[in-house]
């Protein structure tokens, strides 16, 4: 059973900073293109940012310079620093696992990310 668990969201104020984590389980981990998307009220989902295996990342230009994607591939997770957050930012963001190959592609829960001062 696959399972993408995020943690890290909450509330901050503007120019504040979180880090988000995803732990995945039930996949081989390298051989997925992991990512975060986020969703705004009343919004569609978007791409926040992309990180392939061995690790070349993909940004939103809203995020370049703010935001950094990483990977720990002997723990399983993907990681999401959020430096100098907006109120723009705010959002659910979700975790995303793509297969490389087969394109197979898992989502996790979501975590709510508050900015607001």
């Known amino acids: 059973q696959v399972q993408l668990v995020e943690s890290g969201g909450g509330l901050v104020q503007p120019g504040g900073s979180l880090r988000l984590s995803c732990e995945a389980s039930g996949i081989t981990f390298s051989a997925y293109a992991m990512a975060w998307y986020r969703q705004a009220p009343g919004m569609q989902r978007e791409l926040v940012a992309q990180?392939?295996?061995?690790?070349?990342?993909n940004y939103a230009t809203s995020v370049k310079g703010r935001f950094t994607i990483s990977r720990d591939n002997a723990r399983n997770t993907v990681y999401l620093q959020m430096n100098s957050l907006k109120p723009e930012d705010t959002g659910v963001y979700y975790c995303n696992a793509e297969n490389r190959f087969s394109k197979a592609s898992y989502w996790g829960q979501g975590t709510q990310v508050t900015v607001s001062s």
């Open positions: 990180i392939t295996n061995p690790g070349r990342t």
